[in-house]
């Protein structure tokens, strides 16, 4: 099974970007892992955010991705809303 990497960031309550990397990785850990980089790199660029990091399935990425396609808006999970389910 392959995972890619969604990042959502946060630049106010009401502004949130989700982010899809090109990179599929094989495994969630090796996701896991990729992630850490890219964390370290978004908290540098962008130090007044909130933001946080997914490793999605190819099902569950279809979903998000729908969501998001018919308007639905990013938000972060830590604020106990989740993704889509699949």
């Known amino acids: 099974m392959n995972f890619t990497m969604v990042m959502i960031i946060c630049f106010s309550v009401e502004v949130c970007t989700a982010m899809f ?4 990785y ?3 850990d090796s996701c896991y892992e990729f ?6 790199y978004m908290q540098e660029m962008y130090p007044d ?3 946080e990091v997914h490793c999605l399935t190819p099902k569950e990425l279809a979903v998000y991705k729908k969501y998001i ?6 938000v972060l999970t830590k604020e ?3 993704l889509p389910e699949a």
């Open 49 to 51: 955010s909130a933001g």
């Open 35 to 40: 992630s850490k980089s890219a964390v370290s």
């Open 69 to 74: 396609d018919e308007g639905g808006k990013p």
């Open 80 to 82: 106990n809303t989740p």
């Open 21 to 24: 990397d090109d990179s599929r």
């Open 26 to 28: 094989n495994s969630y």
